[in-house]
């Protein structure tokens, strides 16, 4: 679920001292998202959504939900909008940072 190699990666980039942070903006920037699609999705900047939250999602490590972004990203370039499952985005999504807190906090006290 978790690309951890990829959080070490990200965390030697941008330094101890800044991770904690950046981690939080990534969560609150793909929650910004995600609450604007669980409002009803807009066909006109779906695929662009998408795509933010598949490129948030691979920069912190977060494998599974990055792929069903790419998913929905490609079956929002392909206009079927109907097939772009929100719900599960957003369970991805819900599952992944559970995963990242906890993983992060077992990490950190090793």
Do not use: Y
């Amino acid at each position: 679920m978790i690309d951890w190699d990829r959080v070490i990666e990200l965390r030697e980039e941008v330094g101890a001292e800044d991770f904690l942070e950046v981690a939080e903006l990534f969560l609150s920037e793909v929650a910004e998202v995600l609450e604007r699609l669980s409002g009803g999705v807009n066909v006109a900047t779906l695929e662009n959504d998408m795509h933010f939250l598949k490129g948030a999602a691979l920069n912190l490590g977060f494998r599974d939900f990055s792929e069903l972004c790419r998913q929905g990203e490609m079956r929002a370039a392909a206009s079927d909008f109907g097939s772009v499952d929100i719900p599960a985005v957003m369970a991805c999504f819900s599952a992944s940072k559970d995963s990242f807190v906890a993983g992060l906090a077992q990490r950190m006290a090793s």
